[in-house]
Nanobody, 119 residues
Framework: QVQLVESGGGLVQAGGSLRLSCAASGLTFSNYAMGWFRQAPGKEREFVGI???????YYADSVKGRFTISRNNAKNTVYLQMNSLKPEDTAVYFCAADRLGSGRGYEHWGQGTQVTVSS
């Protein structure tokens, strides 16, 4: 079955950086758009960005210019490089997979990894 496993979360000071990874298995990775989402305590899940293929990315305004999504199709892994972190970036970060062209949306989700940014 499809599994998505995030890693790389942790505690960082404001202005610092973290790189999250999402390793996928059980799917043909290159056929999937990979999205990153986050959910802060008491808030709804929020879209962060998406990779539809190598170099084909889109970001939420709140992270544009600070976060970068990349992917390695040979390693079935998508990354979220987070720079200039702010306390408001504190959340559980999730990756999700959406089969390109299926129209079914994000069918597969990881368990999430906690990112905490201290002021």
């Amino acid at each position: 079955q499809v599994q998505l496993v995030e890693s790389g979360g942790g505690l960082v000071q404001a202005g610092g950086s973290l790189r999250l990874s999402c390793a996928a298995s059980g799917l043909t990775f290159s056929n999937y758009a990979m999205g990153w989402f986050r959910q802060a305590p008491g808030k709804e899940r929020e879209f962060v960005g998406i990779s539809r293929g190598i170099g084909n990315t889109y970001y939420a305004d709140s992270v544009k210019g600070r976060f970068t999504i990349s992917r390695n199709n040979a390693k079935n892994t998508v990354y979220l490089q987070m720079n200039s972190l702010k306390p408001e970036d504190t959340a559980v970060y999730f990756c999700a997979a959406d089969r390109l062209g299926s129209g079914r949306g994000y069918e597969h989700w990881g368990q999430g990894t906690q990112v905490t940014v201290s002021s």
